[in-house]
């Protein structure tokens, strides 16, 4: 291969393909992991007695498809992922922005024999107590697998921008 300034232009414009190839290919790669973690919450919601609230989980692409978000605002999700009560105390991996609420039984509470930390709750025409409950942190699990595949995604991707005939070919036309 001769260098003048029509061979570089060439490799410059191989390169500027490749890389278009690459940055679609992330593109697809981010959509589709966007689709598989939002599959896994699908099925922990499920074993978690919770698919009734699978509706709630949103997801959208970000950074111009190279990133995106998943999240729900739905407040019985949200007490699931967290634990609430003494019950969920300590129970969240990474529970140092926030604490769980503790509750001082009032005089009719004492009166009930309610114990302190627990507290009664209306539900279906019946009376309850609770300590609250341990959290389940399924975003949290769902998001630690999520970083195991994310490097393999992204490598795949570059290897289909860079793998192919032209690409072959030039890598060839740089050799010889």
């Not at 003048?4 to 697809?28: A, D, G, H, P």
């Not at 598989?36 to 498809?65: C, K, M, P, W």
């Not at 039984?105 to 300590?131: A, C, R, V």
Request: glycine share 6%.
């Amino acid at each position: 291969m001769e260098l003048s300034k029509k061979s570089i232009q060439e490799v410059i414009q191989r390169l500027q393909r490749i890389e278009n190839r690459t940055q679609e290919n992330f593109m697809l790669a981010t959509k589709d992991l966007m689709e598989a973690t939002y599959q896994a919450l699908v099925d922990v919601f499920n074993s978690n007695n919770l698919s009734n609230h699978i509706n709630s989980i949103n997801r959208e692409l970000t950074n111009d498809g190279l990133g995106f978000r998943i999240w729900t605002n739905d407040w019985i999700v949200i007490f699931n992922e967290f634990g609430t009560g003494i019950s969920g105390q300590g129970t969240y991996p990474s529970s140092t922005c926030y604490s769980y609420n503790s509750h001082k039984p009032t005089e009719k509470e004492i009166e009930l024999n309610i114990p302190e930390n627990h507290w009664i709750y209306y539900k279906d025409g019946k009376f309850y107590i609770t300590s609250g409950m341990p959290a389940k942190h399924m975003f949290y699990d769902v998001e630690r697998l999520l970083n195991e595949y994310v490097k393999e995604f992204y490598q795949s991707a570059i290897k289909l921008a860079i793998n192919d005939e032209q690409y072959q070919s030039f890598k060839a036309s740089l050799r010889g």
